[in-house]
């Protein structure tokens, strides 16, 4: 039974940069593509973008000039780079599973990890 | 970017009532359509795919139905553990930004 497991820092300050590594138990990162969305306190879910174990990466063009993502393959983890954060996002970060060839959805999550941006 | 559209933003409605959720995409995206429910303080759970095909381990009385730009989650016979956020999610842009509804919030009456 493939599971994710995410963690990374909960507190930033204003122009630090986000980091989120999310790691792939029971399977291989090799396998799918793989997902990050966020969601602001009592909001809505936003798509972050995705990737592949070959490095094809797919961003939300609204944080494209500050977003990196990466997989490592060793590790059987992929990771999630968010420059020159603001109040703004604040969210729950959480990684997914993007399965299918034809037909895609979200099938697994990660529990969730809160980044909280203050001075 | 497709935007999704979701209503009502609020359902309420009786144990045993038929509940209809309903998402429009602001273009056709096909059957490229996912269903998700997020209970509070949890992960989004996936509910439907496809448009209609219902993931593993959902009970039979959710449904999902429609194609193009219209699209409904039914719920045939609504439970306490239901009581959750709803959301549709579009799998249809390319290059890939695939975005969210802003959900519903179904409460029982």
């Known amino acids: 039974q493939v599971q994710l497991q995410q963690w990374g820092a909960g507190l930033l300050k204003p122009s630090e940069t986000l980091s989120l590594t999310c790691e792939v138990y029971?399977?291989?990162?090799?396998?799918?593509?793989w997902g990050w969305i966020r969601q602001p306190p009592g909001k809505g879910l936003q798509w972050i973008g995705e990737i592949n174990h070959s490095g094809a990466r797919h961003y939300n063009p609204s944080l494209k000039s500050r977003l990196t993502m990466s997989v490592d393959t060793s590790k059987n983890q992929f990771s999630l780079n968010l420059s020159s954060v603001t109040a703004a996002d604040t969210a729950v970060y959480y990684c997914?599973?993007?399965?299918?060839?034809?037909?895609?959805?979200?099938?697994?999550w990660g529990q969730g990890t809160l980044v909280t941006v203050s001075s | 970017e497709i935007v999704m559209t979701q209503s009502p933003a609020t359902l309420s409605a009786s144990l045993g009532d038929r509940a209809t959720l309903s998402c429009r995409a602001s273009?056709?995206?096909?059957?490229?359509l996912a269903w998700y429910q997020q209970k509070a303080g949890q992960a989004p759970r996936l509910l439907i795919y496809g448009a209609s095909t219902r993931a593993t381990g959902i009970p039979a009385r959710f449904s999902g139905g429609g194609s193009g730009t219209e699209f409904t989650l039914t719920i045939s016979s609504l439970q306490s553990e239901d009581v959750a956020v709803y959301y549709c999610?579009?799998?249809?842009?390319?290059?890939?930004?695939?975005?969210f509804g802003q959900g519903t919030k179904l409460e029982i009456k």
């Open positions: 997914a599973r993007v399965f299918g060839s034809a037909v895609l959805r979200l099938d697994l």
């Open positions: 029971g399977g291989s990162v090799s396998d799918s593509y």
């Open positions: 999610q579009q799998f249809n842009d390319w290059p890939p930004d695939y975005t």
């Open positions: 273009e056709s995206i096909s059957s490229n």
